[in-house]
């Protein structure tokens, strides 16, 4: 008797491809818990001191930006069109991070950033948008960026565009969750469930993620990715 042709059996297989596409929609991790796999890390004082201390390592399961010395844990891999979402919170002292998204040429500013637009996790102003080498529209852009005659995308420009509330964050050393969508050329960013700031006529559409080191210890529990095909309301 081939089983393939009594109902029971059609079922097993309706019942396979169903979880088989379900598991294609879940959201994929981009950190193990156990090491940096996937990643690698840029930090222009290693090519002077390569026995300088890791800016980026994995401690009781967390991803830790340690601060110093400086630079970025960039993936592997080129994205488009996801949600990205961050749990994150400062260590110690309160200080700077960001997430990078759309990332390309290494060391482009300061011989230090990557080209992309930063999607700001520093304490009080999580959710800034800074624009490197690459660029972005909000609206009422004036109001959160300053003259237009300022703005630009490299050293001695208006690069920071504000968020768009006071501050969304939660206290010190409790966790923060990011989450950042870019479909095609927008871009949105939710601080803890509150959308914090958007962006349109983007510049660039895809790109690697980064992470920063830039003077505070941050630890990171949980980077995931989705596919996406289009902005949440």
Same mark, same amino acid.
């Given at each position: ?36 796999? $996937?990643?690698?890390?840029? %930090? @222009? ?8 201390? !890791? ?5 009781? /399961? ?70 490197? $080498?690459?660029?972005?529209? %909000? @609206? ?8 237009? !005659? ?5 050293? /001695? ?25 870019c479909v095609g050329n927008r871009i949105k960013v939710w601080v803890n469930g ?11 559409q895809k790109g690697q993620l980064a992470i920063q080191a830039e003077g505070a210890e941050v630890e990171f ?13």
């Amino acid at each position: 008797m081939f089983l393939s042709k009594t109902p029971l059996s059609k079922l097993f297989i309706l019942l396979f491809f169903m979880s088989l596409f379900a598991s294609c929609e879940k959201n994929s991790s981009l950190f193990n818990g156990k090491d940096l796999s $996937g990643w690698h890390a840029d %930090v @222009p004082m290693k090519d002077s001191l390569p026995d300088a201390p !890791a800016s980026f390592l994995v401690r009781n /399961g967390l991803l830790v930006s340690m601060g110093e010395p400086r630079g970025h844990l960039i993936t592997d891999e080129v994205f488009e069109n996801y949600r990205l979402e961050i749990e994150y919170r400062f260590v110690g002292e309160p200080g700077n991070c960001g997430v990078l998204v759309h990332a390309s040429t290494p060391r482009f500013l300061y011989k230090m950033f990557p080209k992309s637009i930063e999607v700001q996790m520093e304490h009080q102003n999580a959710g800034d948008f800074w624009v490197i $080498g690459e660029d972005i529209t %909000v @609206p009422d852009m004036e109001k959160y960026r300053g003259p237009k !005659a300022d703005w630009g995308t490299t050293e /001695g420009k208006a690069r920071q565009i504000h968020n768009l509330t006071d501050n969304a964050e939660k206290p010190l050393g409790e966790w923060n969750q990011m989450v950042v969508e870019c479909v095609g050329n927008r871009i949105k960013v939710w601080v803890n469930g509150e959308l914090v700031n958007y962006g349109y006529d983007a510049t660039v559409q895809k790109g690697q993620l980064a992470i920063q080191a830039e003077g505070a210890e941050v630890e990171f529990r949980k980077i995931e990715l989705q596919k996406l095909d289009k902005l949440s309301d």
